[in-house]
């Protein structure tokens, strides 16, 4: 299995529900990543779990919760959302970071609509 | 923190001819740059990466050359096909980064029949 699969494809929640997108990888990658992607932009980075601990959160507002229960499977917890949080929400995983680079495979996303 | 940059934003290209997008970065210890190709509507997919201790890289039809001491790298297609067409993000990442990669803006290249 070489893909990263996300559910769901698409989400439409108002802005007082709480859902969650959840992300699965059976390459057996260490690292998994969360990225927001607007549209005609590059993704930008929310957080990384490394080992399934949480080693970076760019700052992103506690409305988005991560959690990684274990090494194949990461969710993104959404709450209170803004219209703005509007986006496609990208999973990523990689191959252990701390022994160098590799690229990212993605998943094929969530396309998320807040109303 | 890393800032990259990359040319042009959009470029249309007739089929058969070669396309060349460039990107710069800014910190010196950045020791990778991958290249991603994402179709609309579809996921970003890795195309071609390089590391800082090779100068040039090549896969078929894909190309990615490094000038470490400009800080700038860049992704030559040629014999360019229709299925080409979609936007390119190159990225870069630092050692202390890890694999958290930073994108360039993108580039939407068209390829016309």
């Known amino acids: 299995d070489t893909e990263v699969t996300q559910t769901p494809k698409h989400l439409v929640m108002g802005m007082t529900n709480k859902k969650s997108l959840k992300c699965e990888q059976h390459?057996?990658?260490?690292?998994m990543y969360w990225y927001k992607q607007k549209a005609k932009k590059p993704p930008e980075l929310m957080f990384v779990?490394?080992?399934?601990?949480?080693?970076i959160n760019e700052s992103v507002p506690s409305r988005f919760s991560p959690e990684c229960p274990n090494s194949s499977l990461l969710n993104l917890h959404l709450h209170a959302l803004q219209p703005e949080d509007s986006a496609l929400y990208l999973c990523a995983s990689s191959q252990d970071r701390e022994q160098g680079n590799y690229g990212y495979t993605f998943g094929s996303g969530t396309r998320l609509t807040v109303v | 923190g890393e800032n990259v940059e990359q040319h042009p934003s959009t470029l249309s290209v007739q089929e058969g001819d070669s396309a060349v997008i460039k990107c710069t970065y800014s910190d010196s210890a950045s020791n990778y740059f991958p290249w991603y190709k994402q179709e609309l509507g579809k996921r970003p997919q890795l195309i071609i990466d390089i590391r800082s201790n090779v100068g040039e890289k090549k896969d078929q039809r894909i190309a990615v050359t490094l000038n470490k001491t400009a800080k700038h790298f860049s992704l030559h297609i040629t014999e360019t096909q229709p299925e080409d067409s979609a936007v390119y993000f190159c990225a870069a990442s630092t050692p202390a980064g890890g694999q958290n990669f930073v994108f360039g803006p993108g580039t939407r290249l068209s390829v016309l029949p």
């Open positions: 390459m057996g990658h260490r690292a």
């Open positions: 779990y490394s080992y399934e601990k949480l080693s």
